[in-house]
T-cell receptor
């Protein structure tokens, strides 16, 4: 199984709502990532988890809160978002973090619209 | 610091013709180079990578890429393009001296016309 799954596929939320994005992989990968992608732009790294511990936070606003409950699951909790946060949110995984030759496997993304 | 450039925003080719999508990079150590493809409303999909060894790397769906150290390039190629190859292509690099984060190029939109 080389699949990363993400739910929901689409999410519309108001600026006062609280919602969560979910990501799951069953490849035994120990590194998991959250990216934000605007249309026709490269993905921007937000967070990296390695062995369920937060390794990288790319100065992401606190209205985004990641969580890694176990080695297969990654969540992104959203609260009080702004319209400019509307984007495609991609989850990815790789066998390890910090080993340069390892490719990443991406999920299909959650299309988030903040109204 | 590491960087990657994709000099063409758009590449248009006719079906059956060879295609090339260009990528150049800059790293301080040895480079780890990747190509990903993104179809509309989908995530990125890994195509191929160069770590070390043979300069010609073969990947998924008939794609290949040639690593050229002197020109610091890693161009993606396919001998005969298909309409279904139309997508957004990203080149990515990691610096062997600091093999953590990937840096992605801005992407090249490939359109293959029948």
């Amino acid at each position: 199984d080389t699949e990363v799954t993400q739910t929901p596929k689409h999410l519309v939320m108001g600026m006062t709502n609280k919602k969560s994005l979910k990501c799951e992989q069953h490849m035994g990968h120990r590194a998991m990532y959250w990216y934000k992608q605007k249309a026709k732009k490269p993905p921007e790294l937000m967070f990296v988890y390695s062995y369920e511990k937060l390794s990288i936070n790319e100065s992401v606003p606190s209205r985004f809160s990641p969580e890694c409950p176990n080695s297969s699951l990654l969540n992104l909790h959203l609260h009080a978002l702004q319209p400019e946060d509307s984007a495609l949110y991609l989850c990815a995984s790789s066998q390890e973090w910090g080993q340069g030759g390892l490719e990443q496997y991406f999920g299909p993304g959650t299309r988030l619209t903040v109204t | 610091a590491q960087s990657v450039a994709q000099p063409e925003d758009q590449v248009n080719v006719a079906e059956g013709n060879p295609l090339t999508v260009k990528c150049t990079y800059s790293v301080s150590g040895n480079p780890y180079l990747f190509w990903y493809v993104q179809y509309p409303n989908r995530g990125l999909q890994f195509l191929l990578k160069y770590i070390t060894g043979d300069n010609l790397v073969k990947g998924s769906y008939g794609f290949e890429a040639e690593f050229n150290k002197s020109q610091t390039s890693f161009h993606l190629k396919k001998p005969s393009a298909l309409v279904s190859d139309s997508a957004l292509y990203f080149c990515a690099v990691r610096d062997g001296a600091n093999a953590g984060k990937s840096t992605f190029g801005d992407g090249t939109t490939l359109t293959v016309k029948p």
